[in-house]
């Protein structure tokens, strides 16, 4: 018989997918890809957007990033928006290299997509307790950590965090 030990994923990566979800309820999933090292998050939308309203909800968005950068001393991001629909529902996808990426941005991303989108965007949102924010407090500082080591170690595997039924899951892809 021929087993294949099944290569172990990389730690930080599947903490940082994970955390990321459980902080930000309003991301649907989040994918590394390291040939080009991005991560790609994807927003679930109940309703169809006009491209009309994609192409200025995506140039707001990169507008506001990019500021956000600015303010921050980044420069030369990679930014890509596309717009998926499945009958009544769109997936709204932002693409960001790590490179130039922060929790902070993350964050503006996440309330900027609650704003935009209130009552069409899907969210987990959970009951906050003092236990929750504290936990969340904790995972937003890991988040910070596992992104500088994305930025300085390289990481082989694709891998997707999903959210379903208030549980979140990574895969290998």
């Given at each position: 018989m021929n087993f294949r030990k099944a290569k172990k994923p990389d730690m930080d990566a599947v903490n940082l997918l994970v955390s990321i979800l459980v902080c930000y309820p309003e991301i649907g999933t989040v994918s590394y890809e390291p040939k080009d090292e991005t991560l790609h998050f994807s927003f679930t939308l109940q309703g169809m957007l006009t491209p009309e309203t994609f192409r200025k909800t995506a140039q707001y968005l990169e507008e506001s990033i990019l500021t956000y950068h600015g303010l921050e001393g980044f420069s030369g991001a990679r930014i890509n928006f596309t717009l998926e629909g499945?009958?009544?529902?769109?997936?709204?996808?932002?693409?960001?290299?790590v490179e130039t990426l922060s929790r902070g941005e993350?964050?503006?991303?996440?309330?900027?997509?609650?704003?935009?989108?209130?009552?069409?965007?899907?969210?987990?949102?959970?009951?906050?307790?003092?236990?929750?924010?504290?936990?969340?407090?904790?995972r937003?500082?890991?988040?910070?950590?596992?992104?500088?080591?994305?930025?300085?170690?390289?990481?082989?595997?694709?891998?997707?965090?999903?959210?379903?039924?208030?549980?979140?899951?990574?895969?290998?892809?």
């Open positions: 499945q009958g009544n529902t769109a997936f709204f996808y932002i693409d960001r290299d993350i964050n503006l991303i996440a309330n900027l997509m609650r704003e935009l989108f209130e009552k069409l965007l899907l969210s987990e949102q959970e009951e906050k307790n003092d236990l929750y924010e504290e936990e969340e407090m904790l937003e500082e890991a988040i910070d950590h596992m992104i500088g080591s994305l930025k300085v170690s390289r990481i082989h595997e694709r891998m997707i965090g999903v959210r379903e039924g208030g549980r979140v899951m990574v895969f290998n892809k």
